[in-house]
């Protein structure tokens, strides 16, 4: 959970070789068309703003490298704030 209304705190371990971590975010994980960018970081870790708080929200992410971009992360579910 974060520390402010409608926030959730992610964060994963750091993959060799990444600069970037892009972060999606979904009510919805089974539809794939439902996924949304929630932000790029060169942290592992991030704040996730303006969910609606009490409700869950799933996230998945991918780290971004010289190879490219990985394979999308196992999804999460969190309750935002």
Avoid at 16 to 27: E, I, P, Q
Avoid at 42 to 68: D, E, M, N, P, Y
Wanted: hydrophobic share 35%; charged share 10%; aromatic share 8%.
């Amino acid at each position: 959970m974060g520390d402010q209304v409608g926030a959730v705190d992610l964060g994963l371990n750091r993959v060799r070789g990444a600069g970037s971590y892009v972060f999606h975010t979904t009510r919805t994980p089974n539809a794939p068309e439902s996924w949304q960018h929630a932000l790029v970081s060169s942290k592992s870790s991030c704040t996730i703003t303006g969910l609606t708080s009490g409700q869950h929200c799933w996230f998945r992410v991918a780290a971004v490298g010289a190879a490219g971009q990985s394979p999308w992360s196992d999804n999460a579910a969190q309750q935002a704030t």
